[in-house]
């Protein structure tokens, strides 16, 4: 139960921020491409600050436990690993580079559209991993705060995505408007028979 609660701690206090964050550098490219390097000191910040204060709270946050038995917690397991698959076919296509977003950030960075791999199945595998990820630790925990950041999770993603498309379709023009015509943004099309 403490790996648990601890997990979710860590797992919390960075997907808090990190939307916010993504809004802010999105929002204010111009600035954030200036500062540099320095935007990964304001998030790293941000998720200590946020990852502290839950811990202080955690007595009050994690006393409600909902819907915890064993079926659930082999689910969740189940999820967190299918998180894992995806990431490890995504970081094939998307480099580590291209997820802290120096492309966006660092004025001197190639920007390329990834249409290949994972990304010919679906927009947002990253945004899809941190949702899978957080409903399996709200499986596997059974806190009630656990399910309210999948819920967070899914909200702040789905709005994020949105956002985030403006700016490619500014960065990449017609190519990916016909890109997201085609390419779902979260769920992909399974194809059954051929």
Known sequence: ???????????????????????????????????????????????????AVLFYLRENIFKYI?????????????????????????????????????????PK???????????????HPRYLEYMLLSLGLALISGYLFSYLIFVYTIIMFYFLSIFEEKELVRRFGKKYQIYARKVPRFIPKLKLWS
């Open 109 to 123: 960075q190639k920007q390329k559209l990834i249409t290949s791999g994972i990304f010919s199945n679906l927009r």
């Open 66 to 106: 909902i819907m915890k038995n064993t079926y659930f917690e082999i689910t969740g397991v189940l999820i967190i690993v299918l998180s894992i698959i995806i990431d490890g076919i995504r970081s094939k296509e998307f480099t580590l580079k291209q997820l802290l977003g120096l492309p966006e950030i660092m």
């Open 1 to 51: 139960m403490r790996f648990a609660l601890l997990l979710t701690i860590l797992f919390s206090g960075f997907i808090l921020p990190l939307p916010f964050w993504w809004f802010w550098i999105h929002s204010k490219i111009d600035f954030a491409k200036k500062i540099g390097v320095i935007n990964y000191f304001i998030i790293g910040i941000m998720i200590v600050i946020t990852s």
